[in-house]
Nanobody
Framework: QVQLVESGGGLVQIGGSLRLSCVASGIISSLYAMGWYRQAPEKQRELVAMIHSNGYTNYADSVKGRFTISRDNAKNTVYLQMNSLKAEDTAVYYC????????WGKGTLVTVSS
């Protein structure tokens, strides 16, 4: 059974930083693309960043230069370092892994406030 558990969300001031973590169990994470999505109130879920099994990364335009995705395959963990946070980054952030199937975590709330 695949499980993804996110952590690291919380309340942060505009301009601050947070680091999200997602630990995967039930898979060999090195075989999977791992990523982060987010969903703000009354908006659709959107891709934030993805890191593929070969290390290739891609980012939403809105977070380029501010967010960095990384992975530690030995720990089955994917990270999202978020810097220079803006109010519009407020959302529930979901971890996602993809190979032949897609799996989702339950999400962690990030609130960016002045």
């Amino acid at each position: 059974q695949v499980q993804l558990v996110e952590s690291g969300g919380g309340l942060v001031q505009i301009g601050g930083s947070l680091r999200l973590s997602c630990v995967a169990s039930g898979i060999i994470s090195s075989l999977y693309a791992m990523g982060w999505y987010r969903q703000a109130p009354e908006k659709q879920r959107e891709l934030v960043a993805m890191i593929h099994s070969n290390g290739y990364t891609n980012y939403a335009d809105s977070v380029k230069g501010r967010f960095t995705i990384s992975r530690d395959n030995a720990k089955n963990t994917v990270y999202l370092q978020m810097n220079s946070l803006k109010a519009e980054d407020t959302a529930v952030y979901y971890c996602n892994v993809v190979r032949f199937s897609v799996y989702w975590g339950k999400g962690t709330l990030v609130t960016v406030s002045s």
